[in-house]
Nanobody, 120 residues
């Protein structure tokens, strides 16, 4: 069983930055693609960013140029650096592990989520 534990959420003013971390248990972290999703109140859970085994990354259009996903396989950790935050970025952010080496399909493991609130 894989466990994912997010940290780094909080309250920040518009224009500020936060870095989310997701620590994964197990020995197979480097094998699989990882992703970040978010869910605002009353909304669906949406894809934010993903990073494959090779390090290739992909982003939803609304965060391109502001967010950066990265991974440290030695630490079993994936990060989401969020800059130039906007109130519309407010959501619970979830870390997820994909079933494949690339970003695609539905993740099969999820973290518990961390709240990010951006004030205007």
């Amino acid at each position: 069983q894989v466990q994912l534990v997010e940290s780094g959420g909080g309250l920040v003013q518009a224009g500020g930055s936060l870095r989310l971390s997701c620590a994964a248990s197990g020995r197979t972290f480097s094998t699989y693609a990882m992703g970040w999703f978010r869910q605002a109140p009353g909304e669906e859970r949406d894809f934010v960013a993903g990073i494959g085994r090779s390090g290739s990354s992909t982003y939803t259009d609304s965060v391109k140029g502001r967010f950066t996903i990265s991974r440290d396989n030695a630490k079993n950790t994936v990060y989401l650096q969020m800059n130039s935050l906007k109130p519309e970025d407010t959501a619970v952010y979830y870390c997820a592990r994909y079933q494949y080496t690339f970003v695609g399909g539905t993740p099969n493991y999820w973290g518990q989520g961390t709240q990010v609130t951006v004030s205007s």
